[in-house]
């Protein structure tokens, strides 16, 4: 299942990116998508999911209120589009996919999806 994520950066603190995720060969409509991240030295951790069949969208602690995901149907594309970004966002970012809809976004993000791409690196420094 072929992901690609890009639009990583260095960017201020408090400032914006916007990370993107095509996927190629299959529909994004059909799974559960979401944004995991890894920080030097420490665990994944879930940021954010998609899951249409529950129709559920989901934020980890961490992020809610900063970070909006969205899907392009059209383009078969994930974005997340993160705001006042701080130190601690700075992570390598992937985009993933699960074609397990009837499991939950807030299993998937304890749990991590059985598809990845390559991450795209974030760093929030000034």
């Known amino acids: 299942v072929p992901l690609q994520a890009s639009g990583g950066g260095l960017v201020q603190p408090g400032g914006s990116l916007r990370l993107s995720c095509v996927a190629s060969?299959?529909?994004?409509?059909?799974?559960?998508i979401g944004w995991f991240r890894q920080a030097p030295g420490k665990e994944r951790e879930g940021v954010s999911c998609?899951?249409?069949?529950?129709?559920?969208?989901f934020y980890a602690d961490s992020v809610k209120g900063r970070v909006t995901i969205s899907k392009d149907s059209a383009k078969n594309t994930l974005h997340l589009q993160m705001n006042s970004l701080k130190p601690e966002d700075t992570a390598v970012y992937y985009c993933?996919?699960?074609?397990?809809?009837?499991?939950?976004?807030?299993?998937?993000?304890?749990?991590?999806?059985?598809?990845w791409g390559k991450g795209t690196q974030v760093t929030v420094s000034s």
């Open positions: 993933a996919a699960d074609s397990r809809t009837y499991y939950s976004c807030t299993y998937f993000l304890r749990n991590g999806m059985n598809n």
């Open positions: 060969g299959f529909t994004l409509d059909a799974y559960a």
């Open positions: 998609i899951n249409t069949s529950r129709r559920s969208t």
